[in-house]
């Protein structure tokens, strides 16, 4: 059975650090795309930073500067590395793997979210 499991959040002071992990040792991991989506509570789910199989990054506004999204395609792995955080990227954070073309997308599969918390 495929898995996706994300890891490493937690509580941080406004300013703070975290990266989170996210490990799907069940795909072929070279060839998806991953995304790293939040939720807060009341709010809409948001999709906050995507890496392509070729390593190509995106992300939303309101993270670019502060917020890295990066790939060990040896280790199977995806990261978050969130720098200067604020209390307005409290949210569960889910990793979601997808293989994209041009035109189309598979069925992704879904991390089970890991809780950050900033506030002081």
């Known amino acids: 059975q495929v898995q996706v499991v994300e890891s490493g959040g937690g509580l941080v002071h406004p300013g703070g650090f975290l990266r989170l992990s996210c490990v799907a040792p069940?795909?072929?991991?070279?060839?998806?795309?991953f995304d790293w989506y939040r939720q807060a509570p009341g709010k809409e789910r948001e999709l906050v930073a995507s890496?392509?199989?070729?390593?190509?990054?995106n992300y939303v506004d309101s993270v670019k500067g502060r917020f890295t999204i990066s790939r060990d395609n040896v280790k199977k792995t995806v990261y978050l590395s969130m720098n200067n955080l604020k209390p307005e990227d409290t949210a569960v954070y889910h990793c979601?793997?997808?293989?994209?073309?041009?035109?189309?997308?598979?069925?992704?599969?879904w991390g089970q979210g890991t809780q950050v918390t900033v506030s002081s």
């Open positions: 890496i392509t199989s070729a390593g190509e990054r």
């Open positions: 069940g795909l072929t991991f070279s060839i998806y795309a």
């Open positions: 979601h793997g997808v293989r994209r073309g041009a035109d189309w997308s598979s069925p992704g599969y």
